[in-house]
């Protein structure tokens, strides 16, 4: 069947993809609980046993990239054949959105209450203490070290690109792989890790989506309603990926990033401003004096059940956002790259997170919404709960930006992943993919994961995506040897 396709094409990878997608859903949706349960038990097990591995590695690779940055290879410029070069807002607008999609907007609001949870009974933290700590792991798991982790696969891949152009674009490319068994687990750990974040950032996404339509027009969330979100989102998706990164991708992102500032500034404006701007200036401070403890602290439970899930997640999408962001890094150095993405993604997310957390606080200290209760005994989904949040500024026109926020942001996140597999699936990197082979993978990306969602194979695949970051630990190990042996074989005067 693939033997009359284009020539330029990378049959395996395409064949991989296909495959992969089609043997894990026929895996999770024959018994979705009891898959998912297996799956979290293995999950748990795994995460107790590499936690020391996630924790401290993740601090050592943030270490690790700053240097290299700091140091006379920071100079290094990427050049990658036939990519186009872009603006610093851009280039930094397709990071950001690419990397973080509406997840952030939904756990801005809702994850610090799963640190008070926890927190709360701790008789040895002082109220003030119990608030800080809630209010900075947010800010500490979408910061420096998450960025850190999405960075290290663009550092390694626009190195091996520049000095070899005709390289493959995945793992068993850019590590020089010549056994094919070696090349096929490569490709497998390379893709899955793609299917798997896709699916999970629809199954987050749309519920989301559709609670805050049905808000806006005051109608119950219903199956049709959740179907018209979907057709909306795939259709933006569908036409920006064909149309390409330059129209495509480019635009989203700038109008997103533009969207999400107005956005928040609004929130910041019309919400109790003082009571933001303080709080975020004594989070931030905090954050920063605790985060070397935060980050080698080791078997407590938000470091097991949260840190070293974050780290997991992170290191499960990072082949899919490093790809994404240094392909459209041309010409950018080493230390454009590195202290873009660190910086430019973690005040991102940071801005985020202390705008809508301290939003949520301040009505939960103020009596008017007890989230914490309410995540405690069930009372309302999370979902609900963000769109409750909005509302409280009693301002329709918020929700209905917020709705469009959402939506572009998961479109500018499924637009990396279609952008990143039909990259991977050309037989080498400076070949532009085909507009045919972005619409395959962008139905793919669509309608694989919304079957997944309604037959309740979402959490399924939140867990097989993060126990594939266990051995993409080691592939990690391998990227920064490979950074090392290709640094030190450049003359830089």
Known sequence: MLKSINPNWNKSVISITILLSLVLSIFVLISPEYSSQILKNIYNYLSNMFEGFFMYGSFALLLFLLVLASSKFGSFKVKLSNKPSYSMFSWSSMLFAGGIGATLLYWSTVEWIEYYNILKNNSALSDKELMLYSRAYPLFHWGFSAWAIYCLPAVAFGIALTLKPDTNLTFSGILGAKNSFNKFILDVLFIGAIICGAGVGLGLSFPLISSVISKIFVIERTVTLDIFTIIICAFIFGMSAYVG?????????????????????????????????????????????????????????????????????????????????????????????????????????????????????????????????????????????????????????????????????????????????????????????????????????????????????????????????????????????????????????
Do not use: H
């Open 245 to 493: 990164v330059q129209k495509g991708i480019r635009r989203l992102s700038n109008i997103n990033v533009i969207m999400v500032i107005i956005f928040l500034l609004i929130i910041l404006l019309l919400g109790p401003s003082k009571y933001i701007l303080s709080n975020s200036a004594d989070s931030f401070v905090f954050l920063l004096k605790e985060y070397i403890p935060m980050s080698i602290s080791t078997g407590t439970e938000i470091s097991i059940n949260w840190s070293v899930f974050y780290w997991a997640w992170w290191l499960a999408l990072a082949p899919m956002i490093g790809t994404f962001i240094i392909n459209v890094s041309n010409n950018k150095s080493l230390r454009q790259i590195i202290f873009g993405t660190i910086f430019i993604g973690s005040f991102g997310c940071i801005f985020s997170m202390m705008i809508l957390s301290n939003l949520s606080i301040s009505l939960f200290e103020s009596g008017y919404i007890n989230s914490p209760n309410i995540i405690e005994n069930n009372l309302m989904s999370k979902e609900e709960l963000v769109v409750k949040t909005i509302s409280s500024l009693n301002y329709n026109y918020l929700l209905i930006a917020f709705s469009i926020i959402l939506i572009i942001f998961l479109c500018t996140t499924y637009d990396s992943a279609t952008y990143v597999l039909a990259s991977a699936s050309m037989k080498d990197s400076s070949m532009e993919s085909s507009k045919s082979l972005r619409v395959l993978f962008a139905i793919l990306l669509v309608v694989q994961p919304t079957l997944l969602m309604y037959l309740n194979g979402v959490d399924s695949f939140k867990w097989i995506m993060v126990i594939f970051s266990i051995p993409l630990l080691f592939i990690y190990l391998m990227l920064i040897y490979s950074i090392l042996k290709n640094v030190y074989s450049i003359k830089i005067t």
